[in-house]
């Protein structure tokens, strides 16, 4: 089975600006999570989704915003960019049904730079 | 609210030294626990993970890692590691929230293997 793709993997924009990255799961998963990796805070969870609706939302101002599509795809946005953005955005799916002990499969990250 | 402590933030070593990467946890249910490894300009991947059974847990090349439900720890060791094990290490605790299986992860250990 493929992994999971994220596109691009990286992009540069400047302040105010909003950027879409794209996330696809590996074939079958319905799952998918998206995480900020910053070297000041670290991996921070976003939101996840499933069937098209979002299950769970971390900690992020409303200008953070995604949605996934009928085939498990999922899109995140981010609004009016700010230089504390810049960081790594990881996609991460898994197999249902949610149990516990089940993997998180991560895809190489989109790598944002915002000038 | 469970969190993951990494106690350090960078280890260096020499090659087929031994190392261990502390972790410790706090959780007032069933943990499930993770050790992720990631490469430079890669995302993460799954090392090992502790589920239930056996306290002890090895990976494919080597690895392995000790739940201690006393110690609330989940340290991960290799007896001799190799130029590269050089990577950035993150321990992460699995938590079911709003129905959704969460990973928690810690801040992060950068293993450094020098000749």
């Known amino acids: 089975k493929a992994g999971v793709t994220q596109t691009p993997r990286y992009l540069i924009k400047t302040r105010g600006q909003q950027v879409t990255l794209s996330c696809s799961p590996i074939?079958?998963?319905?799952?998918v999570s998206w995480y900020q990796q910053t070297p000041g805070q670290g991996l921070q969870f976003l939101f996840e989704?499933?069937?098209?609706?979002?299950?769970n939302k971390g900690n992020f101002p409303g200008r953070f915003s995604g949605r996934q599509f009928s085939n498990s795809r999922s899109e995140m946005n981010v609004s009016t960019l700010e230089l504390g953005d810049s960081a790594l955005y990881l996609c991460?799916?898994?197999?249902?049904?949610?149990?516990?002990?089940?993997?998180?499969?991560f895809g190489p990250g989109t790598r944002l730079t915002v000038l | 609210a469970q969190s993951v402590t990494q106690l350090d933030s960078q280890v260096p070593v020499f090659e087929e030294a031994p190392v261990e990467l502390r972790c410790n946890y706090s959780?007032?249910?069933?943990?499930?626990l993770f050790w992720y490894v990631q490469y430079p300009n890669q995302g993460l991947q799954l090392l090992l993970k502790?589920?239930?059974?056996?306290?002890l847990v090895e990976s494919i090349n080597g690895f392995e890692a000790e739940f201690n439900k006393s110690q609330t720890s989940f340290h991960l060791r290799k007896p001799s590691v190799h130029i590269s094990d050089t990577a950035e290490y993150f321990c992460?605790?699995?938590?079911?929230?709003?129905?959704?299986?969460?990973?928690?992860f810690g801040a992060g250990t950068r293993l450094a293997v020098h000749p």
């Open positions: 991460a799916s898994s197999p249902e049904p949610p149990l516990p002990g089940n993997e998180q499969f």
């Open positions: 074939s079958g998963h319905r799952s």
């Open positions: 989704y499933f069937s098209e609706t979002q299950r």
């Open positions: 959780s007032s249910v069933s943990v499930y």
């Open positions: 502790y589920l239930s059974g056996s306290t």
């Open positions: 992460a605790v699995s938590v079911l929230s709003g129905g959704y299986n969460k990973l928690i």
